[in-house]
């Protein structure tokens, strides 16, 4: 009767203990599980949509036959355009931004066809924008208001240029360099706002300047 009873014991212990190590197993996955969903890019998608706004960027610069290599325009040099807060590493971002620069700089220049468009790009954003209330919806909205502010201020810009006949670099032009025009203290990150704002201006400038 005794060693019914402790067989008794010993399974239901068993399988408390089976309970008890496989949701301990089961964390870590649960965990990377939930990683797809607060708001971060894995890596592969942020290295994709790098290079790809990358390339665009390059293909359209070098279509306007302002710069002799790509390594002297300063979206290549800072590789940052488009970065944003989910993303992570910068570094990473800005590595593969300025493979795909040089990649369309270069093809634009050899006459070839264009390998990416902007819709690529806008598809791989889009897939991993949520909706309203997602995780980093709020920060979405920020950047965008940043976004718009900044082509508004990059238009004035690129318009007074073109009508007196001079490029100038971005790093000489005081808003840019502040990138916070507009900004307020309930849209968060001034980091991801400056970013944003500048990413705009350098759109609005360039479509204004060259009459796109």
């Known amino acids: 009767m ?4 402790w067989n008794t014991r010993a399974a239901m212990l068993g399988s408390v203990l089976a309970i008890v190590l496989g949701a301990g197993l089961a964390g870590p996955s ?27 960027r390059g293909y359209e610069d070098a ?11 300063q979206r290549w040099r800072e590789g940052s355009e488009g970065w944003q807060d989910p993303m992570g590493n910068r570094t990473i971002f800005r590595d593969n931004f ?10 634009a220049r050899r006459n070839r066809g264009r390998r990416y468009s902007q819709g690529d790009v806008d598809r791989i954003r889009s897939s991993f ?7 980093g919806a709020h920060d979405r909205d920020a950047n965008r208001w940043a976004d718009q502010a900044g082509y508004r201020d990059g238009q004035r ?16 032009i005081s808003q840019f360099r502040t990138g916070l025009s507009g900004y307020r203290t309930q849209y968060g990150d001034r980091e991801s706002y400056r970013q944003a704002y ?15």
């Open 198 to 212: 500048r990413d705009g201006f350098r759109r609005g400038y360039e479509e204004a300047f060259t009459g796109r």
């Open 98 to 107: 300025r493979r795909g620069f040089a990649q369309g700089f270069m093809d």
């Open 30 to 56: 649960s965990s990377a599980h939930a990683q797809d969903y607060n708001g971060r890019w894995d890596r592969t998608r942020v290295s994709r949509f790098a290079f790809m706004l990358g390339y665009n």
């Open 63 to 73: 279509a306007q036959n302002s710069y002799r290599t790509y390594r002297d325009v």
């Open 2 to 5: 005794r060693s019914i009873k």
């Open 157 to 172: 810009r690129g318009q007074f240029d073109a009508r007196h006949g001079g490029r100038v670099d971005f790093d000489r």
């Open 129 to 135: 924008s949520g909706g309203p209330g997602a995780p």
